[in-house]
């Protein structure tokens, strides 16, 4: 019984950090924003609707990501029923604002191990979904936003693209083979040799993951619509926009959640490519952490309830019987006959 009391006050401890990490953001955010739309900065016209079809995108959004890697996890052979693993997904996703990168993959793979799925394997398929997400993201940047994001001093169109080859070649199946068997052996568990999404599953993440950074653009673009009353940027603009800002803010591993450089690469951006003032383009950038983070405590709220509704144990956090009885892990064995890479 000890093991167990300690993986649920573990689980607790992780989404206390995690909360409190995100509360403090969002309030020294809102103050920053505050200080702006009261001192020298823009005049919003704040249009209620916009700003709620905004975090509804967002949030809908987030749904389709972490269906996404639910996909992965299942296609490599675990057991997961969408329902929960969207809602453990989306709870373990706010451990990128505690600071270091590892606490999102960590906290994943070790509650996946707990609840008896396969630690090992959700840390292979999270790191190639994370490895997909920002190669699709820079693919996105590069396409929407091409030269202009030298104009912005955000890199060279050559530098992103071989950013984009770098991306690709991690993505080897073989890679992820050898880093579920890694990790397996760190671990003590017990995994099929193959155990790894294979490369269609993560070309049809791929696929998945391009609309959602559509769909995050066009929910950035309907922000800026609720904060004035015409967009300063086109649709595929904002696209590129949020895109080329999100890659930036996570590959610098120092920064939770991507703090600052995120907002920092935004501005540049905006103040390249718009008539924004610094100030204007400053309070977009942290409006729009506003707006993530609002959108990703709506969609933890909001999936778990759904999970719960769907699950006998009345709990996301625990294991059930769901994934067999969503048809979960297909192709598992068939990885294993005939692997890919």
């Known amino acids: 019984m000890r093991r167990p009391a300690l993986g649920r006050l573990a689980t607790g401890l992780f989404f206390l950090a995690a909360v409190l990490f995100v509360g403090l953001l969002l309030r020294r955010q809102w103050s920053a924003l505050a ?52 809602a453990v997904w ?13 606490w999102q993959l960590s906290g994943l793979a070790l509650h996946l191990r707990r609840t008896g799925g396969s630690g090992a394997l959700a840390l292979s ?16 940047a590069l396409l929407t936003l091409g030269g202009d ?8 169109p050559l530098v992103w693209a071989a950013a984009i080859l770098v991306l690709a ?55 800026l619509r609720g904060l004035w009353s015409t967009a300063p940027v086109g649709v595929l603009t904002a696209t590129g926009v949020f895109a080329a800002s999100y890659v930036a803010g996570y590959l610098v591993l120092l920064a939770p959640g991507g703090l600052v450089v995120r907002e920092g690469a935004m501005t540049a951006l905006l103040l390249a490519l718009t008539l924004l003032t610094a100030t204007s383009a400053a309070a977009v950038a942290i409006a729009a952490r506003v707006w993530t983070v609002a959108s990703e405590l709506v969609g933890v709220a909001a999936a778990s309830a759904i999970a719960r509704g769907g699950s006998s144990d009345g709990a996301p956090g625990t294991s059930s019987n769901e994934g067999a009885a969503e048809g979960a892990a297909p192709r598992g064995h068939e990885a294993s006959e005939n692997p890919e890479g």
Not at 125 to 140: C, E, K, R
Not at 149 to 156: D, I, K, P, W
Not at 190 to 197: D, H, R, Y
């Open 149 to 156: 994001l030298a104009a912005a001093h955000s890199g060279s």
């Open 169 to 223: 070649v991690l993505l080897h199946p073989a890679l992820l083979r050898w880093v579920t068997r890694l990790a397996a052996r760190l671990t003590g568990e017990e995994t099929l040799e193959s155990a790894a999404p294979r490369g269609r599953d993560l070309g049809a993440a791929g696929v998945a993951l391009v609309v959602s950074w559509l769909a995050y653009g066009l929910g950035f673009w309907c922000l």
């Open 125 to 140: 398929s999270s790191l190639g979904y994370q490895v997909v997400t920002l190669l699709t993201g820079a693919a996105v």
């Open 35 to 86: 200080s702006l739309r009261h001192g020298a900065g823009p005049t919003f016209h704040l249009s209620p609707g916009w700003l709620a079809a905004a975090l509804v995108l967002a949030t809908l959004n987030l749904g389709w990501m972490g269906g996404t890697w639910v996909h992965l996890y299942r296609a490599g052979g675990g057991k997961l029923g969408y329902r929960r693993g969207v």
């Open 90 to 102: 989306m709870a373990t996703n706010l451990g990128r604002y505690i600071p270091g990168k590892v």
